[in-house]
């Protein structure tokens, strides 16, 4: 991979984990627990909510293993970033490690200290467990490498012969 594409990924991703934590700074600042905000009716809101566990809240109590995990996830994405060509695994890949990055800030940053923080959801839609922007980067992420898993890109005759 070139040396310009891999400052555009790592671009994309502090941007994206910029808007992660400024969006849960905002959630911190102006919701209150138990409060819900509601936007579009039933089908958006904002609540505040923290997480100390995984996905859908399994492992409570795991942060520091979670937060070494969330380490070793990304080390290993970057590796994968810089050994592909394919643009669209590029992007899922920079999504999912956008992703790792916003919510392994969390763990690290965030009351009670270092890897014992919890993780800040505010986003909530019917019949779903409340999430953040970096849950959204994981989720389209994880949705686009699949796709490319899927359906791998077409090989031409000059691809073959390299």
């Excluded at 986003?123 to 796709?147: E, K, Q, S, Y």
Aim: charged share 15%; hydrophobic share 50%; aromatic share 6%.
């Amino acid at each position: 991979m070139s040396r310009v594409r891999l400052v555009r990924v790592g671009l994309v991703v502090a941007v994206l984990v910029a808007i992660d934590q400024l969006t849960k700074a905002i959630a911190v600042a102006t919701l209150t627990r138990g409060e819900r905000i509601e936007v579009l009716g039933d089908l958006l809101g904002f609540a505040l909510t923290t997480n100390r566990g995984g996905s859908f809240s399994l492992f409570q109590g795991s942060t520091p293993v979670l937060a070494v995990g969330a380490l070793l996830v990304s080390a290993y994405l970057i590796h994968l970033v810089r050994t592909t060509d394919d643009r669209l695994t590029v992007v899922a890949l920079a999504l999912l490690l956008a992703g790792a990055t916003g919510n392994l800030a969390d763990r690290i940053f965030r009351t009670p200290g270092v890897f014992r923080g919890a993780v800040v959801d505010f986003i909530r839609i019917p019949h779903w467990p409340t999430f953040n922007v970096a849950d959204m980067c994981v989720t389209f992420g994880g949705v686009a490498l699949a796709f490319r898993v899927l359906r791998p890109p077409r090989t031409t005759a000059t691809d073959a012969e390299r």
